[in-house]
């Protein structure tokens, strides 16, 4: 299974000039993996490039209707703080996913680490929309690459 996953990670904050070429070419990374006979991909399920990534899955499931979406959450209170339309957003997107895997009941200091461990321990290929180089998504796409997983940066289209 590992061999057939791809995990996604990237910011939060993605600057709303490039939303939908961001959607664009992350459908074309997929699509790009799924013809080499990817068919799990797995999301973190935060704001941001997570949920850009999740709703790519769900779209390009009506035209390829055997790839699963598994959502890898870090606890069960990961939306507490949000606003109520991305609380929204996030409940159509667990509520569309094949899989919802929790690494945490409550909240704890390293569960969003633990989370983006998970999704990199169970994949061979990692899209992501990383543009700097400290904070999470940076770590774990050195993770990634530390150990061995194909990475394809949607960022790289728009440098």
Known sequence: MKSKTCCFSGHRKIPSTFISDIYIETEKAIETLIKEGYCYFGSGGALGF?????????????????????????????TRNWKFEDKQIYEKIKNSADKVVYVSKQYTNDCMHLRNRHLVNNSSACICFLTEQQGGTAYTVSYAKDNGLRIINIADVFS
Not at 55 to 71: A, C, E, M, N, Q
Request: with cysteine; proline share 7%.
């Open 50 to 78: 997570d949920t850009i990534a999740a709703i790519s899955v769900i779209k390009l499931r009506k035209k390829y209707p055997f790839i699963r979406l598994i959502l890898v959450l870090p606890c069960l209170s990961q």
